[in-house]
């Protein structure tokens, strides 16, 4: 394992290459021997050097210690290249006989470590990119989710911290979170990937077209009369849909969560009847799975709430993206937002996380790619 | 397609049914009972709807003894899975049919949500429509109330009409107390250091427009059906609203102003 061969794999590209492991992008050499994408990862990490040397294929450098230790294994020695000097060869010697017995430990710190740094690389410039070529050939599969018609997803965790929590797949469609199907990513930690990772990729590339078509005639004309009826329930019927504004937080609103919304939302039937709300076994969670029609209307709930609150500071600019293709209107709006957060009802259950990175969290940019683990 | 040999009579057990049902692929069907097939009363219909329909149902009763051709044979052997299934849609909402559909779904024979939050809950098997041939069967889970497409390939052939739109509401009607409770964690994008996100805001619509299904339930004196942990949770995290986003975290300068 010191000695590393001419033609042999990598140790990251065979790692990349081990079952499981398909949803690991390479992290490319220069990246990770750039100490600045280090920082930190050494107190994380056991036998972090011998680690990274693992990682980046190099030959153990010549300790200190390297000291007579007489070589019994001579047979290594055909493994190395004649080209070294005798007295290198020995020191790798020695290290073979003790990597022999801590092997294992290296190699299992090499795999955090390699995790720990690929979190890192793919909220990269080069590895968001990577990860992009990763995700137009589908190699993180499509969600299962019925109504999210096959839409391309992407490997996230839900933890940062390693061992918490296995690889999952985030759907861009219904902004929701799954297995993957296969059992050989349930030995992957979701650390390896982030927390950060799936939004920052979508925020990226927001030009990337996550909707998809619908499969029948049946089904769209099912959406559509799903969203007459929605507009008729919500007063709108006759008045035209607000103009769509051309982004929302950077997103362009066909690309908000696609999959949900009218048309989208199972209806629990009986025979044909629909299973009533107030049934005991009725539906709950169709909330989970909305989205409203007018898209401005992410707007209005805020005004609902300034109309009934008013006063106190102002939110800062980071709500004025919400839309902001309307130059005039959107100054109009920016003065409602205000004291929002303070309502005690709710929408608890969404709005702490979000909502707290969202309006309260650091106002950086949206093209904060390469802003790593915080 | 795996060969069945019915030239061994039909004694007592149900040998084609037995095929059947532990063929790989068919792991979602139960065992229709024998009273149900041979009752007349419950196939009407179906000869219409089934080719060879009374080969095809000597051979999924056992009786079949026709002498013909392997492609006949072949032919028959089709009508057959397809009479099963069509009698399987009609049996599974039947009482007898209910029950062992409910022992397969505690076992977890139809598989395991895959939503993260749902936390494995056990899946059961459904149709988008009660017409064959319209589209293959799907799995509904009955904490997120969706729909998933099933994980192995050969399953995903399997037509929905053979389940229907109506068993897995039905099984919950009928058995109430295996309605799992709701939950409302869910999953929240996040990213360190990022500007509102589209998402938050969706998901804060989203959870109005749930407390207004709460209030129009508990109006009506009906339960909600959510885990009760959720009304803790929710109180922790109205804390945490006011202390990471209130209007004080503002003005003691936590976010920078930019106006
Ligand atoms: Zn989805
Ligand atoms: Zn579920």
Redesign the interface.
């Known amino acids: 394992m010191s000695s590393s061969s001419q033609v042999a794999e990598s140790w990251i590209s065979s790692f990349c290459g081990l079952l499981g492991h398909e949803y690991f992008a390479e992290v490319s050499e220069d990246f990770i021997e750039d100490d600045f994408n280090l920082t930190g990862l050494q107190s994380q990490v056991p036998m972090y050097k011998e680690a990274l040397e693992m990682i980046l294929d190099v030959e153990p450098e010549d300790d200190d210690d390297e000291d007579d230790e007489e070589d019994e294994e001579d047979e290594d020695e055909d493994i190395l290249g004649d080209d070294k000097p005798t007295g290198y060869r020995r020191a790798s010697d020695r290290r073979h006989l003790r990597m022999a017995s801590d092997l294992s430990v290296i190699e299992s710190s090499a795999e955090l470590l390699y995790g720990l740094i690929h979190q890192r690389y793919i909220t990269s410039r080069p590895g968001i990119q990577q990860m992009a070529e990763k995700y137009e050939l589908q190699h993180f599969g499509t969600c299962?989710?019925?109504?999210c018609n096959l839409c391309k997803v992407l490997p996230v965790g839900?933890s940062d911290t390693p061992g918490s929590e296995t690889v999952?797949l985030?759907c861009p469609s219904c902004?929701?979170?799954?297995?993957p199907?296969n059992s050989r990513f349930q030995t992957v930690d979701g650390a390896f990937f982030g927390?950060?990772f799936?939004?920052?990729f979508f925020?990226t590339f927001p030009e990337l077209e996550i909707g998809t078509v619908r499969q029948s005639a049946a089904g769209a004309a099912d959406a559509l009369l799903a969203i007459q009826a929605a507009q008729k329930a919500s007063g709108q019927a006759g008045t035209a849909l607000n103009p769509l504004p051309l982004t929302?937080?950077g997103?362009s609103p066909s690309n908000?969560?696609p999959g949900?919304g009218p048309g989208n939302i199972?209806e629990?039937?009986?025979?044909?009847f629909r299973?009533s709300?107030?049934?005991?076994?009725g539906?709950?969670?169709?909330?989970?799975?909305?989205?409203?029609v007018d898209i401005t209307?992410?707007d209005e709930?805020r005004r609902f709430w300034d109309g009934r609150e008013g006063g106190?500071?102002?939110?800062?600019?980071?709500?004025s993206?919400?839309a902001d293709a309307v130059p005039g209107q959107a100054v109009d709006r920016?003065k409602k937002l205000v004291?929002r957060?303070?309502r005690?009802?709710?929408?608890?259950?969404?709005?702490?996380?979000?909502?707290?990175?969202?309006?309260?969290?650091?106002?950086?940019?949206?093209n904060?790619v390469g802003?790593v683990?915080? | 397609m795996d060969d069945f040999n019915s030239e061994t009579d039909s004694d007592y057990t149900s040998y084609w049914r037995d095929w059947f049902i532990s063929s790989r692929g068919n792991e979602y069907f139960c065992e229709i009972d024998e009273e149900y097939l041979t009752d007349r009363f419950n196939l009407t219909g179906l000869n219409t709807e089934v080719q060879y329909y009374q080969y095809a149902l000597d051979l999924v009763t056992d009786v079949f003894d026709l002498d013909c051709d392997d492609d006949m044979r072949e032919s028959i052997e089709k009508s057959a899975r397809h009479l099963y299934g069509l009698v399987h849609a009609r049996y599974i909402v039947t009482t007898r049919g209910l029950a062992k559909m409910l022992e397969k779904y505690k076992k977890g024979d139809f598989g395991k949500c895959?939503?993260?939050?749902c936390d494995q809950q056990p899946l059961l098997p459904m149709g988008?429509s009660d017409v064959s041939n319209t589209s293959p069967v799907?799995l509904?889970c009955a904490?997120?109330?969706?729909?998933?497409?099933p994980?192995s390939s050969r399953h995903a052939s399997i037509d929905g009409a053979y389940f229907g739109?109506?068993f897995h509401?039905?099984l919950?009607?009928v058995y109430?107390a295996f309605?799992p409770p709701?939950t409302?964690?869910?999953?929240?994008?996040?990213?360190?250091?990022?500007?509102?996100?589209?998402?938050?805001?969706?998901?804060?619509?989203?959870?109005?427009?749930?407390?207004s299904?709460k209030d129009?339930?508990k109006q009506?004196r009906?339960?909600?059906?959510?885990e009760e942990e959720?009304e803790e949770?929710?109180?922790e995290?109205?804390v945490?609203?006011?202390m990471?986003?209130?209007?004080e975290?503002?003005?003691h300068g936590?976010?920078?102003?930019?106006?």
Request: proline share 6%; with cysteine; glycine share 12%.
């Open positions: 299962p989710r019925v109504f839900c999952k985030f902004l929701d979170v799954y297995t199907p927390t950060t799936g939004c920052l925020m929302i937080n997103i908000l969560a949900l199972y629990p039937r009986i025979y044909g299973v709300e107030r049934a005991k076994s539906p709950r969670m169709k909330w989970l799975r909305m989205r409203p209307d992410l709930t106190g500071s102002e939110m800062g600019d980071e709500d993206n919400m920016r004291g957060r303070r005690t009802n709710g929408s608890g259950g969404t709005g702490a996380v979000g909502g707290a990175v969202g309006e309260g969290g650091s106002p950086m940019d949206t904060g802003i683990g915080a | 895959p939503r993260v939050m988008q799907k509904f904490k997120c109330e969706d729909l998933y497409n994980k739109t109506s509401n039905i919950f009607q109430p309605i709701k409302q964690r869910r999953y929240e994008p996040r990213v360190f250091g990022f500007r509102v996100h589209a998402a938050a805001a969706l998901g804060r619509w989203q959870a109005e427009q749930r407390e299904m129009r339930l009506a009906v339960e909600t059906g959510f959720d949770l929710e109180s995290e109205d945490d609203d006011e990471d986003a209130g209007p975290a503002f003005e936590a976010v920078p102003q930019q106006q």
